[in-house]
């Protein structure tokens, strides 16, 4: 069976996992509009939550069955016990942590996770954060499923392929659904920096979705 898994199957994966966060476009601008009757930037407290309710199920059901399939049909096990880390690789880490808090801090003119509060209010405040966690376990699977792909293509376990192709695909989505070029950019930087994170972390996915969330939601 592991002679007959290419690249490709493990790109394929990740895609998939791309193709999956991309539902939350369908639902935002098409189908929710079209039953509300109203924009998404016009929805009430009710339709957000319900919105982003139906987006989690949907990564959920994506997540359980990309990381199922990696398992059942190409015995690629993500939830594997890794090597010990060095001192170096935990200082790398946290470097990196410090350098996505510090660009999210100027980017949104202070905390994250305290002008998100501001801005919406403890019950939406919840719910937008429970959309961050199950939005990271996607972003996690096209890191995870992409590095594989190119280390089955190239036998080169040290260069952050996944982290380079998350943000390729992070970035411009995000400037396609923002308008913003730039926003777009900020997602290809912090991509590479979730990719070479979770090559510090040993392909650890349970230390890789921590470190993961915290650089993006925090």
């Not at 939550?49 to 949907?58: A, K, L, R, Y």
């Not at 990564?59 to 016990?81: C, D, H, M, P, R």
């Given at each position: 069976?592991?002679?007959?898994?290419?690249?490709?199957?493990?790109?394929?994966?990740?895609?998939?996992?791309?193709?999956?966060?991309?539902?939350?476009?369908?639902?935002?601008?098409?189908?929710?509009?079209?039953?509300?009757?109203?924009?998404?930037?016009?929805?009430?407290?009710?339709?957000?939550?319900?919105?982003?309710?139906?987006?989690?199920?949907?990564?959920?059901?994506?997540?359980?069955?990309?990381?199922?399939?990696?398992?059942?049909?190409?015995?690629?096990?993500?939830?594997?016990?890794?090597?010990?880390?060095?001192?170096?690789?935990?200082?790398?880490?946290?470097?990196?942590?410090?350098?996505?808090?510090?660009?999210?801090?100027?980017?949104?003119?202070?905390?994250?996770?305290?002008?998100?509060?501001?801005?919406?209010?403890?019950?939406?405040?919840?719910?937008?954060?429970?959309y961050y966690a199950f939005e990271t376990v996607l972003f996690m699977l096209i890191i995870i499923f992409t590095q594989k792909a190119f280390e089955v293509w190239y036998k080169r376990k040290n260069i952050p392929y996944g982290g380079i192709i998350c943000g390729i695909t992070w970035g411009f989505a995000h400037a396609f659904t923002k308008g913003s070029i730039w926003i777009g950019l900020e997602g290809i930087v912090l991509g590479f920096l979730l990719g070479v994170t979770y090559l510090l972390v040993n392909r650890d996915i349970k230390k890789t979705y921590i470190v993961l969330f915290i650089m993006f939601a925090l």
């Open positions: 069976m592991d002679n007959k898994v290419t690249g490709w199957d493990y790109f394929s994966l990740g895609m998939l996992a791309f193709a999956g966060l991309g539902l939350e476009a369908l639902y935002a601008y098409v189908l929710e509009p079209m039953i509300y009757g109203v924009t998404m930037q016009d929805w009430n407290t009710s339709q957000t939550i319900i919105h982003w309710i139906i987006t989690c199920i949907s990564w959920g059901i994506v997540s359980y069955l990309l990381i199922l399939a990696s398992k059942k049909k190409y015995q690629f096990n993500l939830f594997e016990t890794s090597d010990k880390m060095t001192k170096w690789q935990w200082a790398s880490v946290i470097f990196c942590v410090v350098i996505a808090l510090i660009a999210s801090y100027i980017d949104w003119k202070g905390f994250k996770v305290i002008r998100e509060f501001q801005s919406k209010g403890l019950l939406l405040f919840v719910f937008q954060y429970i």
